[in-house]
């Protein structure tokens, strides 16, 4: 069974910053593409940046600029580093990962739980 668990959420100020993780365990083969995404009350769940497995990353219009994603393929771990952070960012933020364990040929995307982040102004 794959789990992904995220850390890092939490209450900051606006202008602030806060550093995401979301690791990956499991029978874990391979891991393709990796991705945030946010969905605030009443709203859907949006992307917020995501990495393939080469390293291109996308950044949604509203956080280009201000957040950066990266990952360690050796710890099976994809981060989100957030600055000049906005009340307009709160949300609940999912981590997915779209990966191969070992027991199967096609790859399948596995979601976080998710955590909080709350920005004040």
């Known amino acids: ?5 995220e850390a890092g959420g939490g209450l900051v100020q606006a202008g602030g910053s806060l ?7 499991g029978s874990i083969s ?11 009350p ?22 280009q600029g201000r957040f950066t994603i990266s990952r360690d393929d050796a710890k099976n771990t994809v981060y989100l ?6 009340p307009e960012d709160t949300a609940v933020y ?3 990962a779209d990966l191969f364990t070992r027991y199967t040929f096609t790859s399948k995307t ?10 004040s102004s």
Do not use: F, H, I
């Open 1 to 5: 069974q794959v789990q992904l668990v």
């Open 110 to 119: 596995y979601w976080g739980q998710g955590t909080q982040v709350t920005v």
């Open 81 to 86: 580093q957030m600055n000049s952070l906005k």
């Open 42 to 63: 009443g709203t859907q769940r949006e992307l917020v940046a995501s990495v393939t497995r080469g390293g291109t990353t996308n950044y949604a219009d509203s956080v």
């Open 30 to 40: 391979s891991m393709n593409g990796m991705g945030w995404y946010r969905q605030a």
């Open 19 to 25: 550093r995401l993780s979301c690791a990956a365990s």
């Open 94 to 96: 999912y981590c997915n």
